[in-house]
């Protein structure tokens, strides 16, 4: 009996295997591995193992939370960076766990400080400096007070200096002058603070696009994000094949209803989707309550999101609803409730990707895979380890789980 008739089946030698392919693309850095949002929606703790059975060293959590969550679970085999707090933050708990906190502000850096005297623990901090994103970060000349009051702290012993980042506001352009001038400002930032005596152990700049696409941007330690779940971040200068990736996530359903209905027949909510003849039609049971985006929806002009139905390439039909979308199964249909649906996977079969679905959104594949929803169960495979890929299931399942 199935809890619920959708899974998002992830492939962790996938994620290995892009952690591989990205260590080859800088070889000259570490790699850390960003497993923010719940490891991009395909589960923080898995993927951050199999991401370090890959080679990654570090590992990215963004919240102070996801960092604590790691150390919990009983991830100890690397440095973890978290970057992204308020006021109020459990610094004190992240000092304790050995987490390296990122300080992009002047309170950020006394919250560190009163932490780590609580923890009574020199806390690791990497100084955020802001060359052009325009987000988080110290501006340039914040930079100078700041860092002056953290190796103020470093002389105390309450905490170290031991990174200095940024981020790129044009990575997915390498050829867009502000990536060459957020490069400059941020060696001008490096020599700065080397200069007035903070001795780092790593400096980082390059996300996804930067790691795959600009090697002079790739300094002590990388930070790729979507690239270790295996999709391209610049899908316009090439798909996950041409960095040797592999899309880890599947995500598939049984059809429920399938039923015939006559021509002029509308199809889910405002009839945007008439049938034009007999015809078939089955409901997938899940929808934007699951992170199946409603921009996606199919009209009478085109199909909407791409789903495999017995290998057969079709587009939902009609609006994407809560929990449900339509397809149109043509009036020739052989399909039954229960029968598999892929709504997007690693596309080597010709099935669709997240990719795919991103485009027809009009959005990114990131936002793909992070909005998947919490009551979409995660199964693991592991098509290094025991030869199970989402594609053998599939076949030995004969379409049902």
């Not at 080679?55 to 963004?62: E, N, Q, S, Y």
């Not at 001038?181 to 490096?190: L, P, R, T, Y």
């Not at 997007?344 to 959005?363: F, H, L, S």
Request: include cysteine; aromatic fraction near 6%.
């Amino acid at each position: 009996m199935n809890d619920f008739p959708a899974r998002a089946v992830v492939d962790l030698g996938a994620v290995r295997g892009n952690v591989r392919a990205l260590a080859a693309h800088a070889p000259t850095a570490q790699v850390m591995a960003v497993v923010k949002a719940d490891a991009y929606g395909h589960g923080l703790v898995p993927s951050a193992l199999a991401a370090l059975e890959g080679g990654a060293t570090w590992l990215g959590a963004a919240q102070v939370g996801e960092a604590l969550a790691l150390r919990r679970a009983g991830v100890t085999g690397a440095r973890v960076l978290a970057w992204l707090y308020a006021p109020g933050a459990p610094l004190r708990e992240a000092v304790e766990a050995d987490v390296d906190v990122s300080v992009a502000a002047r309170w950020a850096l006394d919250d560190v400080v009163t932490a780590a005297r609580a923890a009574g623990r020199t806390a690791r901090v990497h100084l955020k400096v802001d060359t052009g994103l325009g987000r988080n970060g110290l501006s340039i000349g914040q930079l100078p007070d700041v860092l002056a009051a953290a190796l103020a702290a470093e002389a105390e012993g309450v905490v170290r200096v031991v990174g200095l980042w940024s981020h790129l506001a044009f990575a997915d352009a390498p050829e867009h002058p502000a990536v060459r001038q957020q490069a400059e400002v941020f060696a001008a930032a490096v020599r700065a603070v080397e200069a007035a005596g903070a001795r780092l152990e790593v400096r980082h700049l390059a996300n996804s696009a930067a790691t795959l696409t600009s090697p002079a941007l790739h300094w002590d330690l990388v930070r790729p994000g979507i690239a270790v779940y295996g999709l391209s971040p610049v899908p316009h200068l090439g798909g996950s094949d041409r960095f040797g990736l592999v899309p880890a996530m599947t995500l598939e359903a049984q059809l429920a209803t399938v039923k015939p209905v006559p021509a002029g027949s509308g199809v889910s909510y405002g009839h945007e989707y008439v049938v034009p003849q007999d015809t078939v039609l089955g409901v997938v049971p899940v929808g934007y309550a699951d992170g199946v985006p409603r921009h996606a929806s199919g009209t009478a002009e085109r199909w909407g999101g791409p789903v495999q139905v017995g290998g057969r390439r079709l587009g939902v039909a009609g609006r994407v609803c809560m929990d449900q979308v339509v397809l149109d199964l043509g009036p020739d249909a052989r399909e039954v409730a229960g029968d598999r649906v892929v709504l997007w996977g690693d596309g080597r079969d010709g099935g669709p990707t997240a990719q795919d679905w991103a485009e027809v959104a009009g959005t990114i594949s990131y936002e793909i895979v992070t909005r998947l929803g919490a009551r979409v169960p995660r199964t693991y495979v592991d098509s290094e380890r025991d030869g199970t890929s989402t594609a053998s299931l599939a076949a030995t399942r004969g379409g049902a789980w």
